[in-house]
């Protein structure tokens, strides 16, 4: 855990690809349960304020392991927000609207929207690392969108903004993502700095944001801080937050930004179906739920694609060499 850079896909074996993968999927599946008993079966009246904890989190775990000598990552110089940017704005974008989603739509339906990013992931997978699907994954990534768009078109509990936050936050993961993969690949900051000083440079406006809003007066008088189940989730939602955040970092760097939305889709079929007998707030239809299977079928096959095929690692190589990512003239057609 010394390295402060990304060990890039082209010298990861697949076990170690599968593993970062696993490791991913896990952190994704238990903070979203995590946030959303927070934030719905408590009723938390902010979300921004539980986006401040996991910040919190993440500086002091990731200052004291420096200080341990356990990660290394640049000192504090005047180039570093250059080196950053614009992940710090990313990270805050991705981390606020996946909150507010996770609080205003039910589990199936949230899971389910979070294919979009799958989309997003690929269009700027070529836009700015200069990475090509083929045909094969293209057809697979749009069945999976259209299987979304049944589900969403029959969705009885329709919010319009857990719509509109759900898809910022596919756009904003997406883009975090592509960029993660871009930043490491240069390695000015490696994947520990990247995580430190993302979290750093925007706790103090997310705070801003609360104090302004009213939400940490809502959050002081808010009565489940005298119920210690409620704490101890709470601070689980923090620290996973800071778990999630290293494994989508050392997903992306053994793998592709891509098979890390991947992941972290897959991951959401547990969450599907679990929430539809357990949420309480799924309201049941046959076309909500035929667009459910499809979209988790195609997750399903592309996930097997991404994390198995030797073409797909070999391109990843390529790209991480840097002899695309800085030329818009080359296109590497993967699979």
Known sequence: ??????????????????ATALFYGFSSFMLVVVNKSVLTTYQFPSFQFVG???????????????????VKFPDWSGEIPRKAFPLPLLYIGNLI??????KRLNLPMF????????????????????RLASGRVQ?????????????ALNDLAFDL???????????????????????????????????????????FPTLAICVSTGDLE??????????????????MSCFMGFILMYSTILCTGHNSALTTTIVGTIKNILITYIGM???????????NFVGLNISVLCSLCYTFITLTDPVNRRSSSFISSGQSANSSNVRVQIM
């Open 1 to 18: 855990m010394t390295s402060g850079s990304g060990a890039g896909p082209g010298t990861s074996s697949i076990v170690l690809r599968l």
């Open 52 to 70: 401040v904890g996991q910040m919190v989190a993440t500086i002091v775990v990731m200052y004291s392991a420096k200080k341990l000598n356990i």
């Open 97 to 102: 609207f996946g909150l507010g989603s996770t």
């Open 111 to 130: 899971t389910v929207l979070r294919r979009f990013s799958i989309l997003f992931t690929m269009i700027l997978e070529y836009v700015v690392l200069g």
């Open 139 to 151: 057809a697979i990534v749009v069945l999976m969108v259209i299987g979304a768009i049944i589900a």
């Open 161 to 203: 903004r857990g719509y509109v936050f759900i898809l910022l936050n596919d756009l904003f993961t997406a883009l975090n993502g592509v960029y993660v993969k871009k930043k490491l690949d240069s390695k000015e900051l490696g994947k520990y700095g990247l995580l430190f000083y993302n979290a750093l440079f925007m706790l």
């Open 218 to 235: 809502k959050v002081l008088a808010f009565p489940g801080w005298s119920e210690p189940l409620f704490i101890i989730q709470f601070f």
């Open 277 to 287: 007998v357990f949420g309480g707030d799924y309201i049941f239809s046959w076309s």
